[in-house]
C-alpha cells in the first residue's frame, strides 16, 4: 500500500506466493498452529550451540569420516544425508513420539482411554482415576 492508501500489485515472479498478514495482538493459549513445509526452500540451518554433546559426535563422525588417503573431503551435508536415507517408519514414529510433550503424552493416553473403555470422562477425573485418589 502507498502513502495514498492505493494497494500497489508487485511482480512477485513465477513460483511466489503472497504471504497472508500477520494478526496482531495476543494469541490465545493453548492453540497450535498447524506446520506448513515449503517446497521452495533449498538451505536448512542446524543449531548445536546448546547440545554441546550432539555437536561433539558432529565433530567426532567429521573427523572419523575424514581420516582417508583419497577421497573429497566429508562435511556435515554427506552425513546428513546418509542419515537420512537410513530412516524407516519405525524410527519416525520414534522421533514423532519423542516430539510429544508430557501434557500431549497425557491426553493422548486419555483420548485412548474413553475411545477403548466408550466413557467420556473429563480430563480431571481420567488423571484422579490413573493416580489412584478418590
Not at 511482480?11 to 498478514?21: D, E, F, I, R
Not at 517446497?39 to 567426532?60: G, N, R
Not at 575424514?66 to 562435511?75: A, F, M, S
Amino acid at each position: 500500500m502507498n502513502m495514498n492508501g492505493v494497494e500497489k500489485e508487485e511482480n512477485l515472479g513465477a513460483g511466489a506466493k503472497t504471504v497472508p498478514p500477520k494478526k496482531r495482538g495476543r494469541k490465545p493459549k493453548h492453540t497450535k498452529t498447524e506446520f506448513q513445509i515449503n517446497p521452495d526452500q533449498t538451505k536448512f540451518f542446524v543449531d548445536l550451540s546448546k547440545d554441546k554433546e550432539s555437536l561433539s559426535k558432529v565433530f567426532d563422525l567429521l573427523v572419523a569420516t575424514n581420516k582417508k588417503d583419497y577421497g573429497k573431503e566429508i562435511t556435515f551435508k554427506d552425513l546428513a544425508l546418509f542419515g537420512i536415507d537410513k530412516i524407516s517408519s519405525k524410527d519416525i514414529e520414534k522421533i514423532q513420539e519423542c516430539s510429544l510433550s508430557k501434557r500431549e503424552l497425557l491426553e493422548r493416553a486419555w483420548e485412548e482411554f474413553n475411545k477403548k473403555n466408550k466413557q467420556s470422562l473429563s480430563f480431571d477425573d481420567f488423571l484422579l482415576k490413573k493416580v489412584g485418589i478418590n
